[in-house]
């Protein structure tokens, strides 16, 4: 029994031990990045890292990438213990400016922590890249060469054949690369070409699997410079039933 909001000694009794900071645990997380901070990158690809601090268990660590074509979300894995968690993945970004916000979540609330970063693959002779709304499902990405056939290697770019040798054996600006195949935990993909012959490409995109998401609406936007500075961009929205492949049309000429 306390008589005066204080602890009197052997006649009252408290579970608050000051020793261990219990006050603390009522805090949501603090979150910073650490990488990118700011600058520029050549290829539409980062190292997402940053540190968080907790004293109770994370639930969902959130990444949201946001760009002029759209968002790119993001479901990270974290590692470590109370209070001192860390995450490090590789993201794609958007071609130009990029916001980046990483969110973690523990009981009792929520901290977010932001960053930026450009991607200057807009100037490679091709650029094609594929966003699609909803985390969880899995979208493809295809870049096919003049006369190949989808699927086949060394044909057609996609995440079993990511940079396949398309031009003078030894040089590597000739050849398509992408950058992440996401599965499950990103929203976005991207395919660069730094120097492209004058001849037309096909690009498809591939439902592999909704994951129980349901139809989907993937965007795809091809970005073509020729020279390495300025040029066009132009953009296609699909929508595809819950399995299934659509195609985009011809690449640039």
């Not at 970063?117 to 870049?143: E, M, N, R, Y």
């Amino acid at each position: 029994i306390n008589r005066n909001g204080f602890f009197n000694g052997p006649d009252e009794t408290s579970n608050f031990d000051p020793a261990q900071d219990q006050e603390r645990e009522c805090a949501e997380p603090q979150v910073t990045i650490t990488s990118p901070n700011g600058g520029t990158v050549a290829q539409c690809t980062v190292d997402l890292q940053g540190q968080i601090t907790s004293d109770s268990d994370l639930s969902r660590v959130i990444g949201v990438i946001t760009g002029q074509s759209g968002d790119n979300l993001l479901e990270l894995t974290w590692s470590g213990a109370r209070p001192n968690f860390t995450f490090n993945t590789q993201a794609p970004v958007f071609s130009g400016d990029n916001t980046i916000q990483v969110t973690a979540v523990n009981e009792y609330g929520a901290g977010d922590s932001y960053t930026t970063v450009k991607c200057l693959a807009g100037q490679k002779d091709i650029h094609v890249q594929l966003t699609w709304p909803q985390l969880g499902s899995d979208f493809d990405l295809h870049f096919i060469r003049p006369g190949g056939a989808y699927g086949a290697s060394p044909d057609d770019c996609y995440y079993s054949n990511r940079n396949p040798d398309w031009g003078v054996a030894g040089v590597s600006d000739d050849n398509p690369a992408l950058d992440v195949d996401c599965i499950t935990g990103c929203t976005i993909e991207n395919i660069v070409l730094q120097r492209a012959f004058n001849v037309a490409f096909t690009i498809k995109v591939h439902y592999y699997s909704d994951h129980g998401r349901g139809p989907g609406s993937p965007r795809v936007r091809v970005w073509r410079t020729g020279t390495g500075r300025g040029g066009a961009s132009a953009s296609t929205a699909v929508t595809v039933s819950s399995r299934g492949s659509v195609s985009s049309g011809k690449g640039p000429r």
